[in-house]
């Protein structure tokens, strides 16, 4: 079992970048896949982009493809979520997540979480 701390959020305007990191305790970081949702107020949970154990496979949502890039250095047990060109629809709460197995999109197939972080783009 891992758990999990996210980090990075904050207030941008819109077309910057923030880096959040989400950093896991436990031996066994680098067996789990990491995934990254948001939640705006009102809404429900959102896919944003996941990243197989060995970070070979990465998948995201149309929403954000081409403009976040998720990453991980399994030496340091900490995923990344880069966010570029950020747009003020990408306002959330955003959380970091692990599973055992394959990339997944649906929420429920994740066991862990982190607290989340607030990412406010201003226009």
């Known amino acids: 079992q891992v758990q999990l701390v996210e980090s990075g959020g904050g207030l941008v305007q819109a077309g910057g970048s923030l880096r959040l990191s989400c950093a896991a305790s436990g031996r066994t970081f680098n067996s789990y896949t990491m995934g990254w949702f948001r939640q705006a107020p009102g809404k429900e949970r959102d896919f944003v982009t996941a990243?197989?154990?060995?970070?070979?496979?990465?998948y995201y949502a149309d929403s954000v493809k081409g403009r976040f890039t998720i990453s991980r250095d399994n030496t340091k047990n900490t995923v990344y979520l880069q966010m570029n060109s950020l747009k003020p629809e990408d306002t959330a709460v955003y959380y970091c997540?692990?599973?055992?197995?394959?990339?997944?999109?649906?929420?429920?197939?994740?066991?862990?979480w982190g607290q989340g972080t607030q990412v406010t783009v201003s226009s």
């Open positions: 990243i197989s154990w060995s970070g070979t496979s990465t």
């Open positions: 997540a692990a599973k055992q197995g394959g990339i997944v999109y649906r929420p429920e197939w994740y066991g862990t």
